[in-house]
């Protein structure tokens, strides 16, 4: 997943100025064209977004097992959960009292996107202001919500996210990433994003006047047309 991201992000330019010379085909053949073009840069640097899918099924196809499994365990109060806990928490079947755990979640999830480098793997979207404060400040939202789950839940949670927070930061080592073939994010500097950005823009006025022109050109050839019926 991580490799995957690196990829995308470190391609990005080119396949967003792929993606808008796409925008700007009029006729079915520039279309095809274009688009065969596209899907051979992203095959070629492995950034098909279909691939992204198989580092997050299994992902969550796991998750999501266990979290079922744990939360039928406490609905059926297995013996060793109403005694398994520890400290404010001894039952595990029921939900917090008092709110710790739950809010244990949102600041483990938190410090994951701040100081784990879960936010690069938010892809070229966290690299945007308002995602990259949904992704801080989302898992705070989120705890009101899920209050009302069993304790072992949280405990599960909590498990996971410290696991997760230290892969990621294993995987902030030069040598780990090397060694399964992570390559390094190229950085943009604000020049540089103010650039694509504005080559972005440039590219849909392009687009845009292109439309526009080809559309008055028809209405143009349709009044012909008509005239001389």
Same mark, same amino acid.
Request: proline share 6%; hydrophobic share 45%; with cysteine.
């Given at each position: 997943?991580?490799? *995957? ?6 391609? +990005?330019?080119? /396949? ?27 095959? &070629? ?28 365990? !406490? ?73 009302? /789950?069993?304790?072992?839940? *949280?405990?599960?949670? +909590?498990?996971?996210? !410290? ?8 995987? /902030? ?6 060694? *399964? ?9 604000? !020049? /540089? ?10 590219? +849909? ?20 047309? &008509?005239?001389?019926?």
């Amino acid at each position: 997943m991580q490799a *995957f991201n690196a990829r995308t992000h470190n391609n +990005m330019p080119g /396949q967003m100025k792929l993606q808008a010379e796409l925008k700007m085909c009029m006729s079915a053949f520039e279309k095809q064209k274009k688009g065969a073009e596209l899907m051979e840069f992203m095959s &070629r640097h492995q950034t098909n977004p279909l691939l992204q899918l198989s580092y997050i099924f299994p992902t969550a196809i796991i998750f999501t097992s266990f979290f079922a499994a744990a939360r039928k365990m !406490a609905e059926v109060k297995l013996p060793s959960l109403m005694e398994g806990g520890s400290l404010w928490f001894n039952d595990l079947t029921i939900s917090d009292p008092y709110y710790i755990l739950p809010l244990f979640i949102g600041v483990s999830l938190h410090l994951m996107v701040r100081f784990g480098g879960a936010l690069k793997e938010g892809g070229p979207m966290a690299d945007q202001p308002i995602f990259r404060n949904l992704f801080l400040y989302g898992p705070f939202v989120l705890v009101p919500f899920i209050s009302f /789950q069993p304790s072992v839940l *949280f405990i599960f949670w +909590m498990t996971s996210n !410290a696991y997760t927070f230290l892969l990621m930061k294993a995987f /902030q080592q030069t040598s780990v990433r090397n060694y *399964f073939g992570v390559p390094l994010r190229r950085e943009y500097s604000p !020049a /540089q994003q103010l650039q694509m950005m504005k080559q972005q823009q440039d590219n +849909m006025m392009n687009a845009m006047k292109k439309v526009k022109d080809h559309n008055q050109q028809m209405k143009k050839f349709s009044d012909e047309h &008509r005239r001389k019926q």
